[in-house]
């Protein structure tokens, strides 16, 4: 195991640094094969691979030097990190509004301490000043940590609790609303909030960051503070996501909780609106409204909470030629719902029919969505459609997949009656379902083409 000085490092690394006397936070040039390098030396984990030096460069990225490259290593002096937040006290100004910050465990601004290697959370309102002071520009602000984990470990657990908590914000006056949350299963989140929490006089805004806040191109800090405007200002009452708009930093979206979706794994840009428009950009002390038909803010404290989960339902991404056992296997394991994301218009093929039908015939209810996110299910165009109906399979006309998959695990939480789950499942509640899509509800440029090309020119330069 190597001292502080090689911290992280062993094996071929461990010699490479060793031959040329660097170690940790050395400020280098590396010469290797592929190139000159500078900048300093960072600690590695001691779980990580023996093959590379790791380099803080000048611009702030951090890359990954192959030992097996490095021809010289010049060290011209030490450069010790330590990335403590600072803190100070959020002025409190009694003309500005009330903004509650819930974190769940997304990292929302943040540095790495890169003497540990471990990621420190800015959360505490004087930490949050510290590192984000425009934030007092905009409200008062006040933060509660309900959970610390990554955005795949969120559960019905944390979406109950993280409900209830709005709901008792709300009843205590607050003014907006915003939740601090992982980007990957952020939209999951979006959607079950939104059925939990129906009719909330206050925004409710979730935010997040593609980038963390050690990288010059993070969106954590205009993330947050679009967000915050968005929950203090902003006249939209509903369960939202609050991301970049375009890949540059000109504005944010406002998406609705239940027609969002992340779709790229690394953009800024990440999320969109699906099957509509975003409802409004936030910009610095603006906000342009896109869409008129959401809730407005009120001034009452009445919310609707209700927290009924039921986890045993599926989504199942139908392929050709899946099997019916994949069917008959969450029968057997005592699931009450499957949501499926089939191909085209709502379509699966004809050996899963049996499976369907005893699903049908064991209570278990059983959703079409389309895996093409775009576009409504029409079960009543092919006789496949038609002949799936008949097996008791119900069209989820345009909710996305992984919001069908949520409602479901909602109504079924409240009743097992088929009827009424149906009910429950049919009727729009937070604009999962929608009457049309507009004409510009739609759109993937593909890149390449002559007009495309032209069109993108124009903005990225």
């Not at 779980?47 to 060290?75: M, P, Q, R």
Request: proline share 5%.
């Amino acid at each position: 195991m190597s001292s502080d000085r090689y911290k992280g490092y062993r094996g071929r690394s461990l010699d490479c640094l060793r031959k040329f006397d660097a170690g940790v936070w050395s400020d280098v040039e590396i010469r290797s094969s592929r190139g000159d390098f500078r900048g300093v030396i960072l600690p590695r984990s001691e779980t990580a691979d023996d093959a590379h030096i790791v380099l803080k460069i000048h611009n702030g990225y951090n890359i990954g030097i192959d030992v097996d490259t490095v021809e010289s290593i010049t060290e011209f002096g030490r450069i010790e990190a330590h990335y403590k937040i600072p803190e100070k006290e959020f002025p409190f100004d009694p003309g500005k509004p009330n903004v509650k910050l819930f974190g769940t465990g997304g990292t929302i601004a943040s540095r790495l301490d890169y003497r540990t290697g471990a990621v420190i959370p800015a959360f505490s309102p004087g930490e949050l000043y510290g590192s984000v002071p425009e934030l007092a520009d905009i409200c008062n602000l006040r933060t509660e940590k309900l959970y610390g984990v990554f955005s795949e470990n969120m559960g019905p657990e944390q979406w109950k609790g993280t409900a209830e908590a709005i709901g008792r914000e709300i009843e205590n006056g607050v003014d907006g609303i915003v939740i601090g949350h992982g980007t990957d299963t952020m939209h999951h989140t979006a959607a079950i909030l939104s059925f939990m929490v129906q009719d909330p006089p206050v925004p409710i805004v979730m935010v997040g960051s593609q980038r963390s806040s050690d990288r010059p191109s993070s969106d954590a800090a205009l993330n947050l503070m679009n967000a915050t405007y968005a929950a203090a200002r902003s006249d939209i009452a509903e369960v939202m996501v609050c991301m970049f708009g375009p890949t540059s930093d000109q504005y944010g979206l406002l998406h609705r909780g239940t027609r969002v979706r992340k779709m790229h794994s690394s953009y800024r840009s990440t999320f969109r609106t699906i099957g509509d428009i975003p409802l409004a950009m936030v910009m610095k002390d603006e906000i342009r409204v896109l869409k008129d038909d959401h809730r407005k803010r009120r001034k009452d404290r009445t919310v609707t909470v209700n927290t009924a989960f039921d986890p045993r339902v599926s989504i199942v991404y139908y392929y050709p030629n899946m099997q019916p056992d994949i069917i008959d296997s969450l029968i057997d394991n005592g699931y009450r719902g499957i949501v499926i994301a089939g191909t085209g218009l709502g379509h699966v093929n004809k050996p899963l029919y049996p499976a369907l039908k005893r699903a049908f015939d064991q209570g278990v209810h059983v959703y079409m969505t389309v895996q093409t996110l775009w576009g409504y299910v029409q079960m009543f165009v092919y006789d496949t459609g038609r002949d799936m109906m008949d097996l008791g399979v119900i069209p989820a006309s345009n909710m996305l997949p992984e919001v069908a998959y949520m409602k479901l695990c909602w109504a079924l939480g409240q009743t097992m009656d088929r009827e009424e789950v149906r009910r429950i499942m049919c009727t729009p509640v937070a604009g999962e379902i929608t009457e049309r899509e507009p004409h510009n509800g739609y759109m993937i440029l593909q890149g390449g083409i002559p007009e495309v090309e032209e069109f993108i020119s124009r903005y990225n330069r």
